[in-house]
């Protein structure tokens, strides 16, 4: 495979990577401390698992129709600011406050109100995180157009990440905490507003200090309300020149089923620690549940992202997702045997199979987006990376909402009784086989989507040389043109 020196003005400076980094781990922080304060809906609130996973569904089926629309508005603005930088600002208060008052639940509060006062605010909370996150998604797909450095940065946003995800397991530990708290809703009540805060900080950060793609703005739409007729044609016909780009619905698909396997049975590994390892014993699971989280999280850091990253550049970005992919399913195998009451610690066994999965995933298929949106800008002469952004994260999201509904299906399906603290062992059976089954099936999938995907290093070079030659050509003729007018 040839191999392409990056230029020195293609890298991303070490600060900068750093900014955007801190906006991805408050992207990642908070759906990994929902996963975690959701626990508490069913173990503490007493709710029903299928009106909890119709809270995770519902309004992340809004967030995924808001998506696109952010993603248009945020391609076409026109601000001294820049296309990007404003909502990411607005939108990380918005979701961070928006998060603080959606947890401020009462157990003596009825099962239906706090079903419909989590439902309203949490709509107030992915709208706010949709005008943070698209934005975000976008900007990173613009900040440098060398094929290796947007795997190098993503690793780096990607690893940033992954700290969310070493922290958020000791919510856990931190809202049952009896020596903390009284309870865990009141627990949830006070991280509540500790991870809205710090989300806030974080989110701010790209918007204070990264750099955008400047673009010629004669090609933006004009967003005024007398445009709306003219905008929503544009908009609609952005989203099926997006979906008609064969490469990039490849790489879609295989988020979609990867990720969402993955977010259906997220929650099964606290249970079956709790219920299976330690017999619903809350006291002596203890800190059990959060090792295994926060384990799994450093070997994404330390291990995945590095080998991802530098297996990608040897192989390909194609390749290297194969590989990442196979090594998940091993890992999930693993668990049938790692799980063991007898032996707590053989949890961590699969862990570093496992890891490959999730890391390998948004590492690899991010940078393979901004490579995509390339050949967009080839084949129609605009820059769309808000666009493409939204409609990824609009598949994932929509996944993540049948994900989330689906994982209360399958806790009724396999006979989970939140109300009992010993669950049967046909029950606890069934939960282990779906934790190994649903993610593996998801992963060949994906492995058969991206099989034929075609945009090699060789091919991204290509590109971006036809780019360079094009947007020559195009600044030439509009000299010329400036030039005849006067």
Known sequence: MKHHKTA??????????LAFGSGHLANQLFPAALGVFMVVLVMSLGMNP?????????????????????????????????????????????SGVAYMIMWQLNPEDSEM?????????????????????????????????????????????QFMGQMAWVIAPWFWVLIYDQSLFESAPEGAKIMAIWVGGLCMVLGILPALFNKEMEVDKSKLKNLSRSELAANTKEFI???????????????????????NGFQTIAQFSFFIIVYYL?????????????????????????????VVTKISVKIGKRRAFIVATLLSIVGYI??????????????????????FGIGGLFTLMMSMTA?????????????????????????????????????????????????????????LTNLRLADIIIPIVAALIAIILVWRYNITEERAHEIKEALVTRRAEIAIEDENNRKQAS
Do not use: H
């Open 237 to 259: 016909r952005g989203i099926i020149l997006t979906v008609k780009n064969k490469q990039f619905m490849k790489l879609c698909g295989a988020t979609f089923f990867i990720f």
């Open 334 to 355: 693993l668990k049938w045997w790692g799980f063991d009451p007898g032996n707590p610690w053989l949890m961590f066994m699969p862990i570093p199979f496992l890891s």
């Open 371 to 427: 490579d995509v949106c390339d050949l967009d800008e080839l084949n129609n002469g605009e820059r769309r990376e808000g666009m493409f952004g939204a409609v990824y994260w609009w598949m994932v999201k929509l996944g993540t909402a049948l994900a989330m509904l689906t994982s209360g299906v399958v806790l009724q399906l396999v006979g989970f009784d939140e109300s009992i603290t010993v669950q049967s062992a046909d029950t």
């Open 113 to 157: 109100y706090n079903f419909f006062y989590f439902l309203i605010v949490s709509l107030f909370f992915y709208i706010g995180y949709t005008v943070f996150a698209t934005p975000l998604i976008g900007l990173g797909y613009e900040m440098t157009p060398d094929y290796n450095e947007r795997t190098r940065l993503m690793a780096v946003s």
């Open 278 to 306: 330690f017999q619903g014993d809350t006291v002596a699971a203890g800190t059990w549940p959060a090792w295994f989280g926060t384990v799994s999280a450093l070997a994404t850091m330390f291990l995945v992202i590095p």
């Open 8 to 17: 020195p003005q293609d890298i991303v400076p070490l600060g900068q990577k």
């Open 50 to 94: 299928v009106l909890a996973g119709l809270l995770g569904a519902l309004p992340r089926l809004l967030d995924a129709l808001t998506d696109p629309i952010m993603g248009f508005i945020s391609d076409n603005t026109k601000s001294k600011w820049g296309r990007r930088k404003p909502y990411i600002l607005i939108g990380s208060v918005i």
